[in-house]
């Protein structure tokens, strides 16, 4: 006789356990976009204030909630950990929770720096663990239908790149994380990786960088314009935090065009223009479009990989360099790196 009741506890000990730290709106909508994800679920969550972690406990039906993050991470009910707090905590927490056996999403930028993100991957090889940034515009299928695209030549020699990303931020908090040093913040390492990473997914590593920022009272950075150099090609890259942005992505080449629509991080869809016509394709997201990441992570967990094929930690750690160069040229420093 078949007992279903075991078949049914079989399939449970299949799913891959989430914790999460750090309670705010992203975590939110990354549990909303695990829910859809089968074999995936939401087990435990923490925060230094246990109300708030009971409170998204309850909200979301997790199994456990801890007033400590060490207490998580020292869970043997968790395969992997998203770690979803402000930029400055992403290094100190991860390397703990990796330290204690953990696998890491984490929340993009990986790290403030490169000094930090290098600290990140030698954690996580020294402990065997699997670490991946949640840069998760990577695993949209839009962006990775047009990066095959690309690849296989569609549009010919790509000679061009623009893409923006802006919205208005200057009546906020200025304790709050967008607009505090003490928290990194500003435009560049919240928004302003998204065009950065496009340029780089699309082009590779800048030959030259050419970046021009204007800066909040605070000191971070509150619009920055970027020019990326190529043997054949340029990139015109933007963020800011002090007017909206049409927030659209043009990448051209010799035989012809793709357009990411508006949001273009979150694409649902895409445009190529060939021969004086363009052809529009649909290809929406289910919830919000973390689960394409959180599907990724699955994957290279269930093969035993300790890092993603589609956004390595040699990515990462491209990215923060990049990043680290602008800041250099714009003369944007954080006071706890001086």
Request: with cysteine.
């Amino acid at each position: 006789m078949i007992n279903f009741s075991e078949i049914q506890q079989d399939i449970m000990k299949e799913k891959i356990r989430w914790g999460i730290v750090g309670l705010g709106n992203i975590a939110q909508k990354f549990v909303h976009d695990l829910n859809l994800v089968p074999d995936g679920e939401l087990v435990a969550v923490a925060s230094r204030d246990i109300r708030k972690a009971e409170r998204f406990r309850e909200l979301n039906n997790a199994k456990l909630a801890f007033g400590s993050y060490d207490e998580l991470f020292n869970s043997d009910d968790v395969d992997v950990v998203y770690i979803a707090t402000p930029h400055t905590s992403h290094a100190e927490l991860s390397i703990r929770a990796m330290n204690s056996g953990c696998n890491v999403l984490c929340e993009k930028p990986m790290g403030v720096n490169s000094a930090e993100v290098e600290g990140m991957i030698a954690a996580a090889r020294e402990n065997d663990v699997f670490l991946m940034e949640a840069l998760w515009s990577r695993f949209n299928p839009a962006i990775r239908k047009v990066k095959e695209l690309i690849d296989d030549g569609l549009i010919g020699e790509i000679s061009y790149l623009n893409a923006d990303f802006a919205f208005y931020a200057l009546d906020r908090n200025p304790e709050g994380r967008l607009l505090n040093p003490l928290l990194a913040g500003g435009s560049l390492l919240d928004i302003g990786i998204y065009p950065i990473f496009l340029a780089y997914l699309v082009l590779g590593y800048p030959e030259k960088i050419l970046a021009s920022s204007k800066k909040h009272r605070t000191g971070v950075d509150i619009q920055t314009s970027l020019i990326f150099e190529y043997s054949n090609a340029q990139a015109i890259l933007y963020s800011g935090l002090n007017s909206n942005s049409e927030m659209k992505a043009e990448i051209s080449g010799t035989m012809g065009n793709i357009y990411l629509p508006p949001r273009w991080h979150e694409a649902q869809g895409y445009s190529i223009e060939k021969n004086n016509e363009i052809e529009n394709i649909e290809l929406s997201t289910r919830g919000k479009g973390y689960e394409y990441e959180i599907e990724e992570v699955h994957k290279c967990l269930n093969k035993g990989q300790k890092e993603s094929s589609l956004w390595s930690l040699k990515h990462t750690t491209d990215l923060i360099r990049i990043m680290d160069e602008i800041r250099k040229q714009t003369e944007v420093v954080f006071p706890f790196e001086q």
